[in-house]
C-alpha cells in the first residue's frame, strides 16, 4: 500500500486543537476554506482526519467569574457548526461514532476542555458537561486552578488538590479521559498514580529532544504508557526543538521515534495544537493538510502500516474505547 492510500484508509485521530476560539472571534468561518490559521472543515477533509479533540480554552479575562459561561459560549459555536454541516461533520462521544464518521466520510468532533478552571470547582459542572459530550480534561492549562497548580507553578511543588483528587475519581467513573498537558510535574505524578484508566499527554514532546519544559522526561513518558495512555506528538516549534528555526517535519519525527522508542509504538499520536500558536508552523506542517506528509515520513523512517495507523489514530481510539466506550 502506498502512503497516500495508506493514509486515507487510516484513522487519522488530532488529540487538541483550538479552532473553536478563532472561529468564535470571527476570524474565519469553519466551513470555508481559508488561508489563515491551520484547520477549517475542507482542510480536515483534505487532510485525511477522521477524529478531531476541539479544545475548549478560557482566557483570563474570563476567569474565574465567567468560567462556566465562557466555557458553554464555545460550545454552541460547536454545536452550531455541527448543526450546519451534518453531511460532513459529527459529534463523537465513543469510538464507535469515530468509526461510524469514517465509514461515512465525515469528520468526527471531540471535546475537550483545557483548564478545569472551567469548572469553578463544581463536579456537578463536570457532569452537565458530560452530558453535552465533553470526554476529555485536561487538569490545568499552565496556570493555577482548583483543580492542581499548572506549569507555570511549578516552583510551589504543588500537585494535585483535595478537589483535584475527587476530579480524578470522577472522571474515571463518568469516562473521561485525563490528559496532563500543562501540568505541573507533581500533578503528572498524582495524576499517574491515581488515575485508574489510561492516561494522555494530548500534546506534548519528548524533554529529551527539546528543553521546553513542556514536554515529558523519560520516565514521565514511561509511566504514561504503563497506564495504557498515549502522549500526543506537538507541532509547537518551541517544544520541537530549542532553536525554533530548526522546527520541521523531520523534526517531529525525531520524537515520534524517540517516544516510541522509550513509550513504545503503542502510546504515541498526534496532537497538533493547531490554532494555539504563533506562525511560523513548522516546515513541511504548515497546516491540517500537511498531515499525510507525517504517514509519508513515518513509511520512509521504516515503520510497519500497523505501526504508522497505531501513531496516526489507532492508538487515540484505543484510549477513547477503554475511557469512554
Same mark, same amino acid.
Given at each position: 500500500?502506498?502512503?497516500? =492510500?495508506?493514509?486515507?484508509?487510516? !484513522?487519522?485521530?488530532?488529540?487538541?486543537?483550538?479552532?473553536?476560539?478563532?472561529?468564535?472571534? #470571527?476570524?474565519?468561518?469553519?466551513?470555508?476554506?481559508?488561508?489563515?490559521?491551520?484547520?477549517?472543515?475542507?482542510? +480536515?477533509?483534505?487532510?485525511?482526519?477522521?477524529?478531531?479533540?476541539?479544545?475548549?480554552?478560557?482566557?483570563?479575562?474570563?476567569?474565574?467569574?465567567?468560567?462556566?459561561?465562557?466555557?458553554?459560549?464555545?460550545?454552541?459555536?460547536?454545536?452550531?457548526?455541527?448543526?450546519?454541516?451534518?453531511?460532513?461533520?459529527?459529534?463523537?462521544?465513543?469510538?464507535?461514532?469515530?468509526?461510524?464518521?469514517?465509514?461515512?466520510?465525515?469528520?468526527?468532533?471531540?471535546? %475537550?476542555?483545557?483548564?478545569?478552571?472551567?469548572?469553578?470547582?463544581?463536579? #456537578?459542572?463536570?457532569?452537565?458537561?458530560?452530558?453535552?459530550?465533553?470526554?476529555?480534561?485536561?487538569?490545568?492549562?499552565?496556570?493555577?486552578?482548583?483543580?492542581?497548580?499548572?506549569?507555570?507553578?511549578?516552583?510551589? #511543588?504543588?500537585?494535585?488538590?483535595?478537589?483535584?483528587?475527587?476530579?480524578?475519581?470522577?472522571?474515571?467513573?463518568?469516562?473521561?479521559?485525563?490528559?496532563?498537558?500543562?501540568?505541573?510535574?507533581?500533578?503528572?505524578?498524582?495524576?499517574?498514580?491515581?488515575?485508574?484508566?489510561?492516561?494522555?499527554?494530548?500534546?506534548?514532546?519528548?524533554?529529551?529532544?527539546?528543553?521546553?519544559?513542556? #514536554?515529558?522526561? =523519560?520516565?514521565?513518558?514511561?509511566? +504514561?504508557?504503563?497506564? %495504557?495512555?498515549?502522549?500526543?506528538?506537538?507541532?509547537?516549534?518551541?517544544?520541537?526543538? =530549542?532553536?525554533?528555526?530548526?522546527?520541521?517535519?523531520?523534526?517531529?519525527? =525525531?520524537?515520534?521515534?524517540?517516544?516510541?522508542?522509550?513509550?513504545? !509504538?503503542?502510546?504515541?499520536?498526534?496532537?497538533?495544537?493547531?490554532?494555539?500558536?504563533?506562525?511560523?508552523?513548522?516546515?513541511?506542517?504548515?497546516?491540517?493538510?500537511?498531515?499525510?506528509?507525517?504517514?509519508?515520513?513515518?513509511?520512509?523512517?521504516?515503520?510497519?502500516?500497523?505501526?504508522?495507523?497505531?501513531?496516526?489514530? %489507532?492508538?487515540?481510539?484505543?484510549?477513547?474505547?477503554?475511557?469512554?466506550?
Amino acid at each position: 500500500m502506498s502512503p497516500q =492510500d495508506l493514509h486515507r484508509d487510516s !484513522i487519522v485521530f488530532d488529540g487538541h486543537c483550538d479552532t473553536l476560539l478563532e472561529i468564535l472571534d #470571527g476570524r474565519r468561518p469553519f466551513g470555508e476554506r481559508s488561508t489563515k490559521g491551520h484547520i477549517d472543515l475542507p482542510r +480536515l477533509r483534505e487532510g485525511g482526519v477522521t477524529a478531531q479533540v476541539f479544545a475548549v480554552y478560557l482566557e483570563d479575562k474570563f476567569l474565574p467569574a465567567s468560567a462556566v459561561k465562557q466555557t458553554l459560549r464555545i460550545l454552541d459555536v460547536l454545536f452550531r457548526e455541527l448543526q450546519a454541516h451534518p453531511d460532513d461533520f459529527a459529534l463523537a462521544t465513543c469510538a464507535a461514532d469515530i468509526e461510524a464518521a469514517k465509514a461515512s466520510g465525515k469528520v468526527a468532533a471531540v471535546i %475537550g476542555i483545557e483548564g478545569a478552571e472551567a469548572l469553578e470547582g463544581d463536579l #456537578g459542572v463536570l457532569r452537565m458537561l458530560y452530558r453535552l459530550g465533553v470526554r476529555l480534561l485536561t487538569v490545568t492549562w499552565s496556570r493555577r486552578n482548583q483543580a492542581a497548580d499548572g506549569g507555570y507553578e511549578m516552583r510551589t #511543588g504543588g500537585g494535585l488538590t483535595e478537589f483535584g483528587v475527587k476530579l480524578v475519581q470522577e472522571c474515571n467513573q463518568l469516562g473521561i479521559i485525563l490528559d496532563i498537558s500543562h501540568l505541573a510535574p507533581a500533578g503528572v505524578r498524582d495524576v499517574l498514580e491515581l488515575c485508574r484508566q489510561p492516561v494522555v499527554a494530548s500534546h506534548s514532546n519528548s524533554r529529551a529532544l527539546c528543553s521546553h519544559w513542556r #514536554g515529558l522526561d =523519560d520516565e514521565q513518558l514511561r509511566a +504514561l504508557a504503563a497506564t %495504557g495512555g498515549v502522549a500526543g506528538v506537538t507541532f509547537v516549534p518551541a517544544f520541537l526543538a =530549542d532553536d525554533r528555526k530548526e522546527a520541521n517535519l523531520e523534526r517531529l519525527l =525525531d520524537h515520534v521515534d524517540h517516544m516510541a522508542g522509550v513509550a513504545g !509504538i503503542d502510546h504515541v499520536g498526534l496532537g497538533s495544537d493547531f490554532d494555539g500558536f504563533h506562525p511560523p508552523a513548522p516546515k513541511g506542517l504548515e497546516d491540517v493538510t500537511r498531515l499525510p506528509a507525517i504517514t509519508e515520513g513515518l513509511v520512509r523512517r521504516g515503520y510497519s502500516d500497523d505501526d504508522v495507523r497505531k501513531v496516526l489514530g %489507532g492508538n487515540w481510539l484505543r484510549v477513547l474505547r477503554q475511557v469512554a466506550g
